[in-house]
């Protein structure tokens, strides 16, 4: 990662292509799934999945928390001339996501159910989701190593190995859907069990390349060793990731409960849909801001203001364009993506269709965010980072009270739009001032 060797814009699109492919066959294992609910299950189906969603970002996050806590911390420490430090964070992150999968077997077997119900699922959405939740209990472990590892394989500079192995957990869980769900007839059962086998061999995959000779942070069993100071410093960058995947299961959650409450389980599976065809783009943006992680993090490391800042206003132009026309497909070609997981029920494709325009319209605001998050996370500022994606929780809270009390189901479907401006007009400044202090400052006293 060289300047003198390579323009900051070959070095952002190395790791940023692969990374976002990455994070986009990653969303496919969702995506796919409500694809096949939504033929082969129906509304009910969609509407039951989507209520179990909560639980399994909760997962999702704890894998990102430690892929990019402990990812971020494995390219500074490359940028500093340390790889025996690097190597301890890497075997660090592995016990990590052993202890961390563990819990959360125990606390999905212990409260599955009961956020189920706090979402106000009831008859066929409850038994689906029931079912849908219970095969993460003993397949959670798998779920967050299969967010983790990819990410840490890429920050020990593969990032195309990290690639190829989630399309081909992608490529096995759209058979494994097929099979089990469109063959065998197993529902949202056989949805999670896709998922969950999956995302087993993507462990594997990468488990057997940090111990092979392939990779430069080369593993052995003698070398494991877990660091409680190491693993500290990972979760407190990795904090905010945890945090913003807690915010769109807390908004998952608050908008199911809402739904129900003011609509029906029809707004649901709505709401699911275009939580899909929003993840799309959030992927993405992700995936620009994941690849952005490791070439930042390697100049914060070796002290290069001047390539810093150029790899970051690139991710922001790319983020926004691409941003700007997801919102324009939105709304010229709604039932063309609608009707993806849309079939022979036009009530759904009606109220799904009337909700993407009001609910999508500053999605673009999402990647921003997203990306500011990341990138106080890249140069070991957890603490700005986490407080971004904290507030990006709370602020929602107000919205989510008051608009449905005056505007009914259209408050529900604005809530997220109208806070996601007012918080980036708090965010946005933020990035700014750090940016111009760095370049003021080009040798920060930041200790690591």
């Known amino acids: 990662m060289n300047n003198s060797s390579q323009t900051v ?19 496919l294992y969702q995506v796919v799934d409500g694809i096949f609910v939504g033929h082969y299950v129906g509304a009910d189906g969609l509407a039951g999945i989507n209520m179990a969603w909560p639980i399994i970002g909760i997962l999702i996050g704890l894998g990102l928390l430690v892929g990019l806590g402990a990812g971020s911390l494995i390219s500074i420490y490359r940028g500093e001339g340390n790889p025996q430090k690097a190597r301890d964070t890497l075997s660090t992150g592995l016990g990590l996501i052993v202890l961390l999968g563990g819990l959360m077997m125990a606390l999905i077997a212990a ?18 989701g029931t079912d849908y939740i219970d095969i993460f209990v003993w397949g959670a472990v798998f779920t967050l190593a299969g967010s983790a590892l990819p990410m840490l394989v890429r920050n020990d ?12 957990g992608a490529g096995l869980n759209i058979l494994l859907d097929y099979l089990l769900i469109g063959v065998m007839d197993r529902g949202l059962e056989g949805a999670a069990i896709a998922t969950v086998l999956s995302q087993s061999v993507v462990c ?17 069993w003698r070398r494991l060793i877990f660091r409680s100071a190491l693993a500290l410093k990972a979760i407190g960058l990795g904090a905010s990731t945890l945090f913003m995947y807690a915010y769109f299961s807390f908004v998952v959650a608050l908008h199911n409960r809402l739904f129900m409450e003011y609509g029906t389980a029809t707004h649901v599976g709505a709401f699911a849909i275009i939580g899909y ?22 100049y914060f490391g070796a002290r290069q203001v001047a390539p810093l800042k150029a790899t970051l206003m690139l991710a922001i132009k790319v983020t926004l364009l691409s941003g700007l026309g997801f919102v324009a497909a939105f709304n010229l070609f709604p039932e063309t993506l609608l009707g993806l997981f849309i079939q022979n029920n036009p009530a759904l494709m009606a109220t799904a269709a009337y909700g993407m325009k009001l609910h999508l319209f500053a999605l673009y605001l999402d990647g921003l965010i997203a990306l500011a ?21 709370l602020i929602q809270l107000p919205f989510l009270y008051l608009l449905p009390q005056w505007y009914g189901i259209d408050g529900i479907w604005l809530s997220i739009p109208l806070s996601n401006i007012v918080l980036f007009a708090v965010v946005a400044p933020l990035v700014w001032l750090d940016i111009r202090q760095r370049q003021q400052q080009p040798h920060p006293a930041t200790s690591y």
């Open 111 to 128: 409260f599955g159910p009961a956020m189920m119900l706090a979402q106000g699922a009831t008859g066929a959405a409850l038994i689906l």
């Open 204 to 220: 594997f995959i990468a488990l057997s390349y940090f111990f092979s000779s392939c990779s430069g942070l080369q593993l052995t």
């Open 157 to 168: 500079d593969s990032p195309h190995l990290s690639t190829g192995i989630m399309c081909l």
């Open 373 to 393: 998050t990341i990138y106080f996370l890249a140069v070991n500022q957890g603490g700005k980072a986490l407080a971004i994606s904290v507030g990006n929780m």
């Open 9 to 27: 814009r070959r070095t952002f699109w190395r790791y940023t292509i692969p990374s976002v492919a990455a994070m986009l066959v990653n969303g």
């Open 277 to 298: 065809l929003m993840t799309i783009y959030y992927l993405l943006a992700e995936g620009i801001a994941g690849g952005m992680q490791p070439p930042i993090s390697y």
